[in-house]
């Protein structure tokens, strides 16, 4: 874990798409080292929306197995980083958004 979905209005996929598929072992290596995990926990999707005109154009959702060391202290500077990176990788600022899931709630099967 962590499981990341990255949503990209549907206007500006076609043009970041490149960019940001080729960005994502970067983003992968920086959030591994910043939240402890390996590379195999790692799942990202890239999802094209049609949203509101207000929003945000990119929404980077992380959801990350709660652990003491995870403060939000660390999770808020990885978030900087990311939000960072994303406008680095694509050109446009992102929303990040980072949400702790239970240990214990938390099934998976590979």
Do not use: H, W
Request: proline fraction near 7%; charge should be neutral.
């Amino acid at each position: 874990m962590p499981n990341i979905k990255i949503f990209v209005d549907d206007t500006q996929l076609d043009a970041i798409s490149e960019r940001l598929t080729a960005g994502l072992p970067g983003l992968r290596e920086m959030i591994c080292r910043d939240l402890e995990v390996s590379r195999s926990a790692c799942q990202f999707a890239i999802i094209g929306v049609k949203g509101m005109p207000e929003q945000p154009t990119i929404n980077f959702e992380l959801g990350y197995i709660r652990r003491p060391d995870r403060t939000p202290e660390l999770c808020l500077a990885t978030a900087q980083r990311i939000r960072e990176r994303m406008l680095e990788i694509t050109g446009l600022p992102a929303a990040i958004r980072m949400s702790p899931i239970e240990a214990a709630g938390y099934v998976t099967l590979k």
